[in-house]
């Protein structure tokens, strides 16, 4: 059992800086007439996080290029009522279990709990309503941090527990974006956090992400069955088009006849992290040659989904107008094993009554020459 497991469901979504500004505006109201709030956090070298209580979206993330100009590099709408529509979780948190339950179904200490089946017979990212659709409380800070939390009742979405969730998004000065993930049950329960934002260096709309160059610390994945649930074996990616152990372009091998390739139409795949310790270590990294910036990823994690946005079609208008097509951005959504509930041998999701759950991630940015 990991570290994450030996601590209480509390999810906490801080944004801080030594020398940031925060203001806040009413972003919409739900269809049950609740107001939501967006949040926006200015760090002192001018980056921007605006941050939603509605599923605790991250909006826009502004971030300097090589000269120095901001861009906004994260998919999303401008207006609230877009993020009622159906997924694809654009910024959200996600949960209860981030990721596929096969069947929508798992056994915890000899009793079943079935879930809501939202991804053809199986159950994805928590499923109908699941933390994405929910307006978490927010606690502002002096200008330095912004705290969200939410109380996952008992049944909800067929998981067990009450689950009391903080989750801590931290701007710093340095260009680093920080989630802290915190939580706590009063049943056992399981539960695989993560932030679902969707990026491209270039610049939201700005086409696709084939040409954006990634590196993952990971010598090994989890293969997928046609419902993109892990088959339970770990393999290596030495020969495939999942090796990124040294930097590719993303479209380099996408369109191969890979099996892998053809089941996720792309990458939609679960990759192991090379780590030793319970601290951050690096996951991944993401460059872009024609802005210059550069995406670094740590997490205190075992794993890392990498997805290339396959789902995305065109239908969907983001910020802008911009029209978002296939591959228009990625995913490096840090976490458990997908279906780990009905895979003994992957490192547990369970979490017991009296632990409490906590894991980090760092989104750093930065540019290259």
Request: charge should be negative; hydrophobic fraction near 35%.
């Amino acid at each position: 059992m990991t570290t994450r497991n030996l601590i209480p469901l509390i999810i906490v979504l801080t944004l801080m800086t030594t020398n940031c500004s925060s203001n806040r505006r009413e972003f919409g109201k739900t269809p049950s007439g609740e107001s939501v709030e967006l949040y926006t956090l200015k760090s002192a070298t001018g980056v921007e996080a605006a941050i939603s209580t509605y599923g605790g979206v991250v909006v826009s993330l502004k971030v300097p290029d090589r000269a120095g100009a901001l861009g906004d590099i994260v998919l999303g709408f401008d207006d609230f009522r877009s993020y009622l529509l159906p997924p694809p979780y654009f910024g959200a948190i996600v949960g209860r279990y981030g990721n596929r339950i096969a069947h929508a179904a798992f056994t915890l200490d000899g009793v079943e709990y079935k879930l809501a089946k939202n991804d053809g017979d199986n159950s994805l990212h928590g499923g109908t309503r699941g933390f994405d659709k929910v307006l978490w409380k927010a606690k502002p800070g002096n200008g330095q941090s912004l705290e969200l939390t939410y109380l996952s009742k008992d049944g909800e979405e067929g998981f067990p527990g009450n689950l009391s969730v903080t989750v801590v998004y931290t701007l710093a000065d340095n260009n680093e974006l920080k989630i802290d993930y915190t939580a706590t049950t009063d049943k056992d329960t399981v539960l695989n956090l993560t932030n679902h934002s969707y990026f491209n260096l270039a610049g939201q709309g700005e086409g696709d992400i084939l040409a954006h160059q990634l590196t993952l610390n990971a010598d090994r994945y989890t293969p997928v069955d046609k419902g993109l649930i892990p088959t339970g074996e770990l393999r290596s990616v030495e020969g495939t088009p999942l090796d990124f152990r040294q930097p590719h372009a993303i479209g380099e091998r996408i369109g191969s006849g890979d099996e892998q390739m053809v089941l996720g139409r792309g990458y939609d795949h679960n990759f192991i992290l090379n780590r030793t310790g319970d601290g951050l270590s690096l996951a991944a990294k993401v460059t872009e040659a024609k802005s210059g910036r550069v995406l670094e990823v740590l997490t205190t994690e075992p794993a890392i989904q990498f997805y290339t946005g396959n789902f995305l079609d065109g239908t969907i208008r983001g910020k802008g107008g911009k029209v978002y097509g296939r591959r228009s951005a990625l995913c490096l959504e840090t976490q458990h094993y997908p279906d780990s509930p009905n895979h003994p041998a992957f490192p547990s999701t369970e979490l017991r009554p009296g632990a409490t759950y906590h894991t980090t991630t760092v989104y750093r940015f930065s540019t290259g020459s």
